[in-house]
């Protein structure tokens, strides 16, 4: 089956509303973990709106399976990821004013800066993913710059519906055929739930999903374990 890293940020957010301690995110990795989860994934954003330095090196720490921090490929952020060594590090688009990170990183146009980024990180132990949408020009960039992996953006699928649904998610099914036919590991995210995850959730092709904030949706009604339970339960039936 495909493996369910947890992506913790919003409980994050929920701490920072109040600027408080509480939520822990650290706390719900654990929890996450207990649950089944196989990852625990974090961006530490530029303007730090929610996970912290701090809880990245607690989660170095005390995460058991995988932990992948998400971050732009910036000086800075090359710097932290080489000084905590998470497992893995996927690099991600980032602007300021966006609410969420709101598509795939343009691998295409950045080549060198890219695959710098890539080599020290590599260099450094830490395995390479890049988040890109289904294009192939893009998976193809990913792969000349050296990446271990690649995370599909499934957010235009998640927010499409009708026919446009249907076609969103035939462009997903050939990027993962394409990258998986030119070695890349191959992940999905943005936007999954526990509804239109379970089309993709049959893929063999595919080895991991990340889900953030429907899992912390649904953990405010029924409690983080359960959440995260219930997704692995979705993932172990359908694949």
């Known amino acids: 089956m495909a493996k369910l890293a947890v992506n913790v940020d919003h409980v994050a957010t929920v701490r920072e ?59 800075e952020m090359i710097k932290i990821a080489l000084d905590i060594k998470p497992d893995i590090s996927t690099l991600v688009p980032e602007r300021r004013e966006e609410i969420t990170t709101e598509g795939g990183l343009d691998v295409l146009n950045q080549k060198e800066k890219i695959k ?15 988040f890109i949408d289904p294009d192939q020009k893009q998976i193809e960039a990913a792969k000349e710059v050296g990446a271990n992996m690649i995370e599909l953006h499934t957010g235009c699928y998640c927010d499409a519906k009708g026919e446009e649904k249907e076609k ?27 509804i239109n995850i379970k089309p993709l959730a049959k893929v063999k092709e595919i080895y991991e999903f990340s889900i953030g904030h429907s899992i912390v949706a649904r953990a405010i009604l029924v409690g983080f374990e359960r959440a995260v339970r219930e997704m692995v339960e979705i993932l172990n039936n359908l694949t």
């Open 116 to 130: 710098e980024a890539v080599k020290r990180l590599q260099t450094g132990g830490i395995k390479v993913s890049i």
């Open 17 to 75: 509303a109040r600027r408080t301690i509480e939520p822990d995110p650290v706390v719900a990795a654990a929890l996450a973990e207990l649950a089944g989860a196989e990852g625990i994934v974090v961006h530490l954003r530029q303007d730090r709106r929610h996970i912290k330095e701090r809880d990245v090196y607690l989660l170095r720490q005390t995460v058991k399976t995988s932990l992948n921090l998400e971050m732009a490929a910036t000086e």
């Open 168 to 194: 969103e998610l035939k462009r997903l099914l050939e990027a993962v055929k394409i990258a998986h036919s030119i070695g890349l590991i191959v992940k999905a995210g943005h936007g999954l739930n526990y």
